[in-house]
């Protein structure tokens, strides 16, 4: 079993759109979750992080952890052509040095 | 401020082969991390450098290897090359200890035939 699972998608959805992106974890001593952007061809890009369990928002975006499921989300409000990209879940836990990623989602918002 | 710089952009080598690739951290940063991203995959941790020394290593074959200049760039060495080698290579830095801080770069493209 893989550490942390996301489903690869492709996933479409019409311009305007409430995108919900998941992932689930096994290992409880994650404590850093963090969502990445990658367009084609380029270097992923931090566009969130949560410590431990909680929600985060940053305009559009909102990160939601959830510890006693092993569950972390990405919600994307009023979604729009350009957030058409491969999005990363990741895991770290300090002292590890380790970041574990999940195999991304594609997503792709129809104008 | 550059950012993570990274080079060569792609590359083609062939099986057996050795190859070396480079990465320039951003500006501030101290600590390196190499990924391995094959195609459709999310990318796969290597190793990280920190104070010129490899102090985490992910479940890749000693084939890999790596070094940090006093600088704080670092390179990425793989011997004996394998199809399956191909895959885009990804540095990422950091500052401090803060996973928050981690910054990837553009990335090498591998191509092993």
């Known amino acids: 079993q893989k550490e942390v699972e996301q489903d690869p998608g492709p996933l479409s959805v019409p311009e305007g759109a409430i995108v919900s992106l998941n992932c689930t974890y096994s290992n409880s001593a994650f404590q850093y979750f963090m969502w990445y952007r990658q367009y084609s061809r380029k270097g992923p890009e931090l566009l969130m992080y949560?410590?431990?369990?909680g929600n985060k928002e940053d305009g559009r975006f909102t990160a939601q952890v959830d510890k006693s499921s092993k569950y972390i989300s990405l919600f994307i409000r009023d979604s729009q052509p350009s957030d058409s990209a491969t999005y990363l879940c990741?895991?770290?836990?300090?002292?590890?040095?380790?970041?574990?990623f999940g195999t991304g989602t594609r997503l792709k918002v129809l104008a | 401020d550059a950012g993570v710089t990274q080079s060569p952009t792609h590359l083609i080598k062939t099986r057996g082969q050795q190859v070396t690739l480079r990465c320039s951290p951003k500006?501030?940063?101290?600590?390196v991390s190499w990924y391995q991203q094959a195609l459709g995959q999310g990318p796969q941790f290597i190793f990280q450098y920190y104070e010129e020394e490899e102090r985490q290593r992910g479940n890749f074959p000693d084939r890999f290897s790596g070094h940090q200049f006093p600088n704080y760039s670092s390179e990425l060495n793989v011997n004996a090359l394998l199809l399956g080698d191909s895959a885009l290579y990804l540095c990422?830095?950091?500052?401090?200890?803060?996973?928050?801080?981690?910054?990837f770069g553009p990335g090498t493209r591998l191509l092993v035939l």
């Open positions: 949560t410590y431990s369990s």
């Open positions: 500006s501030g940063h101290d600590t």
């Open positions: 990422a830095t950091q500052a401090l200890a803060g996973p928050e801080t981690q910054y």
């Open positions: 990741a895991s770290y836990t300090s002292g590890t040095y380790k970041y574990i």
